[in-house]
């Protein structure tokens, strides 16, 4: 049922970002942001759509803040991807996009991505101007210097420390690079809806750390082939991750907890909670 739902999302936001770059003049930044911004899970898009019906939101003001969101993830792997940054040169199986182009195309489109994102979830068919303010309020929270870009200088800081990060310091690390993200993305459909997102916060609260584990976890056993981008970087770089302080069966463990966490948050929400338990179990079982 999840697998079948987040294809079906995935398709539905790839058809809006067509849509909407369609608009936009052909010229290399705007070709490079669609490169951008193809293939990927959709996890987040899929959170936005799946918690906005599980609040009853019509999925044509959903479709907005969902690609938005993938917009501004999308943004932050071209900026991540960079010779400054992580210097990758594979992003989901295809060349990043200062590989393909050049540097200053890449940072061009990741500013542009951003600024698409905020124009998306502001845009006049999410709903009502107290609800686009409070999405557009709230993402900026989640993706600037409190959370995800707070998450990325602190990543960046531990490469070039003295002493290796510790379980509590990577956990606040992830909360911000991973989890800010996805915490919003979860959030987005009770905002839809005008209800309260504190039960799908405390979901995504532990659904994002579940995420980073299990990347962590990718990065050591898992098949380049099938993640589509470099692994073992974090070994080769020296930085300690969840799987390096609680080894690997450990992080296992962490991460499973984690899910029954996520997963308990929702029971309120009883049967129409089923598929977002799903995703909170696909996080851990993924292979990319």
Known sequence: MFHDQIARDAAAIQRQFDHVLAAFDAVPVVQAMGHATRGGKRLRGFLVLESARLHGVDAARAIWPATGIEALHA???????L???????????????HVKWDDAT???AGDALQTLAFELVAHPDC???????????????????????????LDIAAETAADPLTLEQITRLQAGKTGAL??????????????DPTPLGAYAQALGLAFQIADDILDVTGDAALAGKRLQKDAD???????????LDGARARASDLV???????DGFGSGATVLKDAARFVISRDS
């Open 75 to 81: 943004y932050s792997l071209v900026h991540d991807d």
């Open 83 to 97: 010779p400054c940054m992580d210097d990758d040169d594979l992003r989901r199986g295809e060349p990043t996009v």
């Open 106 to 108: 890449a940072v061009l």
């Open 127 to 153: 709903g009502s101007a107290e609800v686009r303010a409070d999405l557009t309020l709230s993402l900026a929270r989640a993706s600037g210097a409190q959370g995800m870009v707070l998450g990325q200088a």
């Open 182 to 195: 996805i915490g919003w993305s979860a959030e987005a459909g009770a905002r839809l809806a005008g209800a």
């Open 237 to 247: 770089a020296g930085k300690a991750t969840f799987v390096s302080l609680l080894g």
């Open 260 to 266: 029954d966490q996520a997963c308990a948050a929702l």
